[in-house]
């Protein structure tokens, strides 16, 4: 029996959607968030994710500004530029893309951007936060992993679950959050033993590793949800992507599966928006559901 695809697509619209309309009622009481994209350089990808950043902001109604470096920008600049912003009560949400230029320390600039600002979750102290079980900012592809798993009627409560790949933006935050949820988690890297073994264990399967189509079918115990965060280039090919997840073999085993494209992918910015709400109703000392 074939997996039930979840439609990230769908779930990012539904949710600009809500944020819109939230957005449209916070207006008429003269509330505006505001949202500024940084990109310093011309990384082709991060130039189309940026525009699409600062193009949805707008389209949801919030002050949504893209501000363009060349990549000979210096790390007093950029510096600069984030106090400014940090200083700045009409900007809710910074987002400086990454990777920034060689040249630039990417660690040290992101702990710059205030935590109450920090709409990407990047900041040590947003990251404290989370692993505490404290309200803070969380990484926008985990928390848009999470709330797929939420409209898909998916409580990790009680479920195990694996996760492969220990980055900062995705591996580790998302095993914090499945944590916060009482999943019992294990976190998996290129050093884990018989890491097929360990995955045919999950209930819950997130691929982050970066390799093209890696989790085979033999990774994957029946009707486990997999969620594939997996973004690689197919060589030889213009523009096509395919996930960490060998997606058509893994489908005939799982229960639930993301695809690549129109999985993940969109939930990222649509948690951006989300996050920017949030940073901005804090600051507005508003509670934070509409
Ligand atoms: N400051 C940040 N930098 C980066 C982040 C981030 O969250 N904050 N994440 C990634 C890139 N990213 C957003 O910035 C991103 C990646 C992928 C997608 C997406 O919608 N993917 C589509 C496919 C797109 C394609 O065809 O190329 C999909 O999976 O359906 C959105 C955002 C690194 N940098």
């Not at 997999?226 to 395919?242: E, H, L």
Request: one cysteine or more; proline letters at 8%.
């Amino acid at each position: 029996m074939p997996a039930r695809i979840i439609d990230g697509k769908q779930i990012a619209a539904d949710l600009r959607a809500d944020l819109a309309r939230e957005a449209a009622a916070l207006r008429e009481r003269g509330l505006v968030p505001g949202l500024t994209v940084i990109l310093v350089g011309e990384d082709p990808a991060s130039v189309i994710y940026t525009r699409n950043k600062q193009q949805v902001a707008a389209e949801l109604g919030y002050k949504s500004e893209l501000i363009r470096l060349p990549a000979t920008t210096t790390q007093d600049e950029l510096l600069e530029l984030i106090a400014r912003l940090n200083a700045d009560p009409t900007v809710h949400g910074i987002l400086i893309q990454s990777p920034l230029p060689p040249g630039l320390d990417e660690e040290f600039i992101f702990s710059q951007v205030h935590p109450d600002k920090d709409v990407d979750g990047f900041h040590p102290v947003n990251v404290g936060r989370l692993w505490t079980g404290q309200k803070g900012l969380v990484p926008c592809t985990p928390a848009g992993i999470m709330h797929m798993l939420r409209v898909t009627g998916i409580d990790p409560k009680g479920l195990r679950a694996v996760v492969v790949g220990r980055s900062n933006i995705v591996g580790k935050p998302m095993a914090a959050l499945l944590l916060n949820a009482h999943a019992t988690v294990t976190l998996c890297h290129s050093r884990t033993r018989d890491l097929p073994a360990v995955c045919r264990e999950a209930d819950i399967l997130v691929a982050a590793v970066g390799r093209a189509r890696m989790i085979t079918a033999d990774y994957v115990k029946p009707g486990a949800v997999v969620i594939d965060v997996g973004v690689n280039k197919v060589p030889g090919t213009k523009n096509k992507i395919v996930g960490d997840v060998d997606f058509e073999p893994v489908a005939e085993v799982a229960g639930h599966i993301t695809p690549v494209p129109g999985g993940v992918g969109p939930m990222t910015i649509a948690q951006l928006m989300k996050n920017t709400l949030i940073a901005a109703r804090r600051a507005w000392g508003l509670p934070e559901e509409g």
